[in-house]
C-alpha cells in the first residue's frame, strides 16, 4: 500500500502536524494494516524527518499489544526495524517476539541455532534471513499435519537435529525422513479447517456429514483449496471417505449444492465452492454475461436447475440473443432452441426458432448441414419430418452430407422404407468414391455385415477398398474403426462369396498384397479358393529374374522379419503404453510404419514363391528371348540396343527392359531381320546376342 498523496505533500512540505495526525487516523482506523505505517515512516525518513518517523512508530508499537499483534510486528520489524532499534537491540527484539509468537513449540530453540540466529547478530540483512527460514521450518513441528504430493498427508512424529530431518507418517510413505533443507519445498502445512488434517483427527465428523448432508461434505472438500478442483482430486482428497462404492451416488448428490459453481465442460469440469447460494447464483450469471454463445449455453445448461427464477432469468437472455442474432447464424438458432426445449421461455413458432426457420427455406437439407454439431443435425431431421412434405427428398440429399454413423443409419432406415432404389444409388456412389464420402464409406462398411442389399452392389470394389495396401488421407480419421471392421472379419468373407469367377484372380492378389496380418489374410484365401475350387490349383506365370536380384530381395525379406518387423512391433507396443491414442503422435507413426513393412512383407513373399532365375547358359541367338541382348535400327536411321531381363532389372535409362514391358513384347520371338513396330514406329532387329551378365 501506498501513502495517500495527500501525506506525501504534508512530509514534503514539513507539515508534520498533519501526517501525525493522518497517522493517528490511520492506527484507529485500521490499525492492522502496516503497509500504510511502513510506507509513511520511509517517507518521513527520506525526507529527513527520521526522528518523527521513529516517534510514531514507538506509538505504533506500543499499540500493537498482545499475541495477535505478534506476527505484524516481525513484518513492521523486518522493512523499518532500524528506526526503531540498533542493529544488536533489533536482534534482541526479533527473538523475543519469535519466543512469544512459538511459546510452548520444544524444537524452536533447537531451531534457533540450526539457522544460527545466534551467530552474527549485527548482520541484520542476513538475520531476516534466517528469521524466514526458521518460519519456513517451524510448521513443521512435532505433531504438525503436513502433505506432500504423491504421498498424501500425514503427521510429523520426530524432530532429528543430529540428522537434520523431520520423520513423517504421510499416508502411502510412513516413516519418511524429509531434510530441514528441503523441508519447506516438499512438504506444506495443512490448515485446522482443511479437509485433509479433518480426515486424520476426526473422520467420524467427516462420516456423520457425509450421512447428513453430501454437498455439506463437497462444499469442505472444495474450500480446502484456493483453487477450483477436478471430480478426480475431490474423489482422491476424501479417499477413506467416501467409498469407491458409495463414489457415484454421493458425486451425484453433492455436485447438486446450490454452493457448488462449476466451469469448463467434460472431463476438464473444475468445482469450486460460492460462500452461499446467492452469491452462487450471482456468479453464474456473472459468468453467463462473460462468456461467448457456446459458454452461456454451457452455463445454462449446468445452472437451469438450480431454482425457477435462475431458469427464467438465464432462459430470457438466450432468447434475446437468439432473436438479435443475424438471420445467418442458423446453428446459434437451433442451438438456443435445443439448450431451451421444455422452458416456458421457448416458442417453438417463434420466427428465429428452427421450426419457422426450415418451413421457410428454400434448401432444407444445406441448412442441415451447416449443423456442425450431431445433436442439433438429429433435431433438424426430425423438425423437417414434422414440418415439410418434402421430407423424404431431404432426408435423401441428407445422406450425402451426414458424417455421423448413427444418424446415417436413421436416414438410411427411413430413406429404405420409403425410396430404396434412391438409397442402393447411394450405395452405388459411396463404393464408386470412397474418398469423395469417407464417412458414409466407413459407415457401410460397418453396415455390410448380413446385408445383402450392401454386399450384392460392388463386391470387388467394396473388398479392394477395404484391403487397400494403405489408407487414403480422406480416410485417415476413421482407421481405427476401418481397422475394427477388418479385425472382425467384418464383410469380407461375405464378400468373396459375392463375386463372380471372371473376379476372382484380382480378388486373390488383393488380398495377397493386402494391409491383412497373415491369421486375417490365410482365412480370407481359403474362403476364395472354396468358392473357386479351380484357383486352387492355379499357377501364377514365374516372374524371371537374374540371380543377384533374387538374392537382394531375399535377404530385404529376412530384414523384414528379423530386424524391422520386429523393431516396429516393440515401437508400437511402447507407444501404446504412453495412452491416448487419439493425440499420440508416437504410436501412429510406428502403426504407419507397420503398414507399410506388412505391405511390402506380403509383396516379397508373393513375389519370391513365384521367381525363377534367368538362365544364362544358353548360347542361342536365332531368336528374341529373356536375357537376350538385342540391336536394332530405328525407322529413321538411328541405331539402338538394349537387354532384355526381368521387371527386378528393368531400367529403360540405360538400354535394360522388363519382359512384360509392351516393348518387350513386341520383340521377343523375333529373329535377326525381323520387323517389329511399337508406338507407331518401326524397328529393324540387326543383331541377336546371348546376354552373359554384368557388362
Not at 115 to 129: M, P, Q
Not at 363 to 385: Q, T
Not at 434 to 439: E, I, L, M, Q, W
Given at each position: ?7 506525501r505533500k504534508?512530509?514534503e512540505?514539513g507539515r508534520l ?8 487516523a490511520?492506527?484507529?482506523?485500521a ?15 527520506g ?5 518523527l518517523a521513529?516517534t510514531l ?5 506500543d499499540e500493537?499489544?498482545?499475541e495477535?499483534?505478534?506476527?505484524l ?6 522493512e523499518?526495524?532500524?528506526l ?9 527484539e526479533?527473538?523475543?517476539?519469535l519466543r512469544a ?6 524444537s524452536?530453540?533447537g531451531f534457533?541455532e ?11 540483512r542476513?538475520n ?5 527460514a526458521?518460519?519456513a521450518i517451524?510448521?513443521f513441528?512435532?505433531d ?6 504423491g504421498k498424501?498427508?500425514?503427521?510429523v512424529i520426530?524432530v532429528?537435529f543430529?540428522?537434520?530431518s523431520?520423520?513423517v ?6 516413516g519418511l525422513?524429509?531434510g530441514f533443507?528441503?523441508a ?11 479437509i ?8 467420524e ?17 472444495l474450500?480446502?483449496y484456493?483453487e477450483?478442483?477436478?471430480?478426480k482430486?475431490?474423489r482422491e482428497?476424501?479417499?477413506?471417505i467416501?467409498?469407491?462404492?458409495e463414489?457415484?451416488s454421493?458425486w451425484?448428490a453433492?455436485r447438486?449444492?446450490?454452493q457448488v459453481l ?6 476438464r469440469q473444475?468445482?469450486?465452492?460460492a460462500a ?8 453464474v450469471i ?5 462468456a461467448k ?9 449446468r445452472?437451469a436447475?438450480?431454482?425457477?427464477a435462475?431458469r427464467?432469468?438465464l432462459?430470457?437472455?438466450?432468447v434475446?440473443?437468439?432473436e438479435?442474432s443475424?438471420?445467418s447464424a442458423?446453428?446459434l438458432?437451433?442451438a438456443?432452441?435445443?439448450a431451451?426445449?421444455?422452458?416456458p421461455q421457448f416458442e ?7 421450426r419457422?426457420l426450415l ?8 441448412m442441415i ?8 443435425r438429429?433435431m433438424a431431421?426430425e423438425?423437417a419430418?414434422?414440418t415439410?412434405d ?7 440429399a441428407?445422406?450425402e452430407?451426414e458424417?455421423?454413423p448413427?444418424l ?8 429404405e422404407?420409403?425410396q430404396?432404389?434412391a ?7 459411396v463404393?464408386a468414391?470412397?474418398?469423395k464420402?469417407?464417412a ?7 453396415r455390410?455385415r448380413?446385408?445383402?442389399?450392401v454386399?450384392?452392389?460392388?463386391p470387388?470394389?467394396?473388398l479392394q477398398?477395404?484391403v487397400?495396401?494403405s489408407?487414403?488421407?480422406?480416410l ?5 474403426r476401418?481397422?475394427k471392421?477388418?479385425?472382425d472379419?467384418g464383410?469380407l ?11 476372382a484372380s484380382?480378388?486373390?492378389?488383393l488380398?495377397?498384397r493386402s ?6 489374410r490365410e482365412p ?6 472354396m468358392?473357386f475350387p ?5 499357377k501364377?506365370?514365374?516372374?524371371y529374374?537374374?540371380q543377384?536380384s533374387?538374392?537382394r530381395r531375399?535377404e530385404?525379406l529376412k530384414q523384414l522379419r528379423?530386424?524391422?518387423?520386429p523393431?516396429?512391433?516393440?515401437a508400437?507396443?511402447e507407444a501404446?503404453?504412453l ?11 510406428a502403426?504407419?510404419?507397420h503398414?507399410?513393412?506388412a505391405a511390402?512383407?506380403g509383396a ?11 538362365d544364362?547358359?544358353?548360347d542361342?541367338?536365332?531368336?528374341v528371348?529373356?536375357a537376350?541382348r ?6 529413321d536411321?538411328?541405331?539402338q540396343?538394349l ?5 527386378w532389372?528393368?531400367?529403360p ?6 519382359y512384360d514391358?509392351d516393348?518387350?513384347?513386341a520383340l521377343l520371338g ?15 532387329i540387326?543383331?541377336i546376342?546371348?546376354?552373359q551378365?554384368?557388362?
Amino acid at each position: 500500500m501506498t501513502i495517500p498523496r495527500s501525506l506525501r505533500k504534508y512530509i514534503e512540505a514539513g507539515r508534520l502536524d498533519e501526517v501525525e495526525s493522518a497517522w493517528l487516523a490511520q492506527l484507529e482506523a485500521a490499525p492492522k494494516e502496516p503497509a500504510f505505517f511502513i510506507s509513511a515512516a520511509r517517507a518521513l525518513k527520506g525526507a529527513g524527518d527520521e526522528t518523527l518517523a521513529r516517534t510514531l512508530l514507538d506509538l505504533l508499537y506500543d499499540e500493537w499489544e498482545g499475541e495477535e499483534f505478534l506476527e505484524l510486528k516481525l513484518d513492521l520489524l523486518g522493512e523499518v526495524g532500524l528506526l526503531l532499534f540498533d542493529p544488536p537491540e533489533l536482534h534482541d527484539e526479533v527473538l523475543t517476539i519469535l519466543r512469544a509468537l512459538y511459546a510452548g513449540q520444544p524444537s524452536l530453540e533447537g531451531f534457533i541455532e540450526q539457522v544460527g540466529l545466534n551467530r552474527a547478530t549485527e548482520d541484520t540483512r542476513k538475520n531476516w534471513s534466517k528469521v524466514g527460514a526458521l518460519r519456513a521450518i517451524m510448521q513443521f513441528e512435532v505433531d504438525s499435519i503436513v502433505w506432500m504430493k504423491g504421498k498424501g498427508a500425514g503427521r510429523v512424529i520426530e524432530v532429528n537435529f543430529e540428522l537434520e530431518s523431520f520423520k513423517v507418517d504421510l499416508e502411502r510413505s510412513p516413516g519418511l525422513r524429509v531434510g530441514f533443507g528441503g523441508a519447506a519445498k516438499l512438504m506444506k502445512a495443512i490448515a485446522p479447517d482443511h479437509i485433509l488434517r479433518r480426515k486424520l483427527e476426526a473422520p467420524e465428523e467427516l462420516l456423520e456429514i457425509k450421512q447428513r448432508d453430501a454437498g455439506e461434505l463437497l462444499l469442505l472438500a472444495l474450500r480446502s483449496y484456493e483453487e477450483p478442483r477436478n471430480a478426480k482430486q475431490v474423489r482422491e482428497s476424501l479417499a477413506g471417505i467416501v467409498s469407491e462404492k458409495e463414489w457415484s451416488s454421493w458425486w451425484a448428490a453433492a455436485r447438486k449444492s446450490p454452493q457448488v459453481l462449476t466451469e469448463g465442460k467434460g472431463a476438464r469440469q473444475l468445482y469450486r465452492a460460492a460462500a452461499s447460494s446467492e452469491d452462487a447464483e450471482e456468479a453464474v450469471i456473472a459468468a453467463f454475461e462473460a462468456a461467448k454463445t457456446d459458454g452461456k449455453l454451457e452455463i445454462f445448461r449446468r445452472n437451469a436447475d438450480r431454482n425457477e427464477a435462475l431458469r427464467e432469468d438465464l432462459s430470457r437472455r438466450l432468447v434475446a440473443i437468439a432473436e438479435s442474432s443475424r438471420a445467418s447464424a442458423v446453428e446459434l438458432r437451433f442451438a438456443v432452441a435445443q439448450a431451451l426445449r421444455g422452458t416456458p421461455q421457448f416458442e417453438r413458432d417463434a420466427p428465429w426458432a428452427p421450426r419457422s426457420l426450415l418451413a421457410a427455406t428454400d434448401a432444407p437439407a444445406a441448412m442441415i448441414a451447416e449443423l456442425s454439431d450431431r445433436v442439433l443435425r438429429d433435431m433438424a431431421y426430425e423438425l423437417a419430418k414434422d414440418t415439410r412434405d418434402d421430407w423424404q427428398d431431404i432426408f435423401v440429399a441428407a445422406l450425402e452430407t451426414e458424417v455421423d454413423p448413427r444418424l446415417l443409419e436413421t436416414l438410411a432406415a427411413t430413406v429404405e422404407e420409403s425410396q430404396p432404389e434412391a438409397l442402393l444409388r447411394f450405395y452405388d456412389r459411396v463404393l464408386a468414391h470412397p474418398r469423395k464420402r469417407p464417412a458414409a464409406f466407413v459407415w457401410l462398411a460397418e453396415r455390410a455385415r448380413g446385408n445383402p442389399a450392401v454386399l450384392e452392389r460392388k463386391p470387388l470394389r467394396f473388398l479392394q477398398e477395404l484391403v487397400s495396401t494403405s489408407f487414403p488421407r480422406e480416410l485417415e480419421p476413421f482407421k481405427s474403426r476401418l481397422r475394427k471392421v477388418l479385425e472382425d472379419g467384418g464383410p469380407l468373407a461375405q464378400l468373396i462369396q459375392r463375386l463372380e469367377r471372371e473376379q476372382a484372380s484380382s480378388a486373390e492378389e488383393l488380398l495377397k498384397r493386402s494391409v491383412l496380418e497373415e491369421y486375417l489374410r490365410e482365412p480370407l484365401i481359403e474362403a476364395l479358393h472354396m468358392r473357386f475350387p479351380d484357383r486352387r490349383e492355379a499357377k501364377e506365370s514365374p516372374l524371371y529374374a537374374t540371380q543377384a536380384s533374387i538374392d537382394r530381395r531375399r535377404e530385404e525379406l529376412k530384414q523384414l522379419r528379423e530386424v524391422e518387423i520386429p523393431t516396429n512391433r516393440k515401437a508400437i507396443e511402447e507407444a501404446r503404453e504412453l495412452g491416448d491414442l487419439k493425440e499420440n503422435f508416437e504410436y501412429k507413426s510406428a502403426r504407419q510404419r507397420h503398414e507399410y513393412l506388412a505391405a511390402r512383407q506380403g509383396a516379397l513373399q508373393s513375389d519370391l514363391a513365384r521367381t525363377q532365375p534367368l538362365d544364362l547358359s544358353r548360347d542361342d541367338a536365332s531368336e528374341v528371348r529373356v536375357a537376350s541382348r538385342v540391336s536394332l535400327r530405328r525407322g529413321d536411321g538411328g541405331e539402338q540396343e538394349l537387354v532384355i531381363l526381368g521387371p527386378w532389372e528393368s531400367d529403360p535409362d540405360n538400354g535394360v527392359v522388363s519382359y512384360d514391358s509392351d516393348f518387350a513384347k513386341a520383340l521377343l520371338g523375333k529373329a535377326e531381320g525381323d520387323e517389329a513396330r511399337f508406338s507407331g514406329d518401326s524397328f529393324v532387329i540387326t543383331a541377336i546376342a546371348p546376354w552373359q551378365g554384368e557388362d
